[in-house]
């Protein structure tokens, strides 16, 4: 069975404490994975995309790494509206393109 | 529009009652997603539309629970005789069909059976 699991589940870091989120997966075959950002009350909002091992993707203060097993999202020097829910998601290969989520990691920024 | 619409924002129901929700996604977006994301809990799939395929309803919890999509754009998810483990926020996404692209989200509905 597919799973996807990130962890921690809450981090709470002080304004400028750099600081890195972990999704591991577990799938037949990665077709892509996702990072979104969910603030309280609204819809996920898409970030990025990593389709193979060794690929990363940066925006802003936020950057995304993966491998074979799992993707990381590194936050440098966070500011308090980086505060939020992150959510990974998996796209598995012979599948119909719908994505699994992680729980997410719950980040609040003290400032 | 400029984004996936959901409507309503909000839902507070009696026990037993149906509900209709309502998604509007972004034109040209032929894929269409519904999710369900309880207090504490990651994104359970429901449903899925692809163009004119038929859906993916692997997701649907029970048989109370259905969707339609009409003219490859609206969808609306029915639910049949709520019940309280039905409350939730139910959010609804849509994506171009190209490979695995990103999908945009709604606002979501929360629903409130009571």
């Known amino acids: 069975e597919d799973q996807v699991t990130q962890s921690p589940e809450a981090l709470r870091l002080q304004e400028g404490e750099s600081s890195s989120l972990n999704c591991s997966y577990t799938?037949?075959?990665?077709?892509?994975l996702f990072w979104y950002r969910q603030d309280p009350g609204k819809g996920p909002e898409f970030l990025f995309t990593?389709?193979?091992a060794g690929e990363e993707k940066e925006k802003e203060r936020l950057k995304a790494t993966l491998t074979k097993k799992e993707s990381f999202l590194h936050i440098t020097a966070p500011k308090p509206e980086d505060s939020a829910t992150y959510l990974c998601?998996?796209?598995?290969?012979?599948?119909?393109?719908?994505?699994?989520f992680g729980r997410g990691t719950s980040l609040i920024v003290h400032p | 529009g400029a984004g996936v619409s959901q409507s309503p924002s909000n839902k507070v129901t009696e026990k037993g009652k149906d509900v209709e929700l309502r998604c509007d996604p972004i034109?040209?977006?032929?894929?269409l997603y519904w999710y369900r994301q309880s207090l504490g809990q990651g994104l359970e799939f429901l449903i899925y539309?692809?163009?004119?395929?038929?859906?993916?309803k692997s997701g649907l919890p029970s048989d109370r629970f259905s969707a339609e999509r009409t003219g490859g754009s609206v969808s609306t998810l029915t639910i049949q005789r709520t019940q309280q483990e039905d409350s939730a926020v139910y959010l609804c996404?849509?994506?171009?069909?190209?490979?695995?692209?990103?999908?945009?989200f709604g606002q979501g509905t929360r629903l409130t059976v009571v």
């Open positions: 539309f692809q163009g004119n395929s038929a859906p993916d």
């Open positions: 998601a998996v796209d598995v290969t012979g599948g119909s393109y719908i994505p699994t």
């Open positions: 996404a849509s994506s171009l069909r190209i490979l695995n692209t990103e999908a945009f």
């Open positions: 799938v037949s075959g990665l077709r892509g």
């Open positions: 034109s040209g977006h032929t894929a």
């Open positions: 990593l389709y193979s």
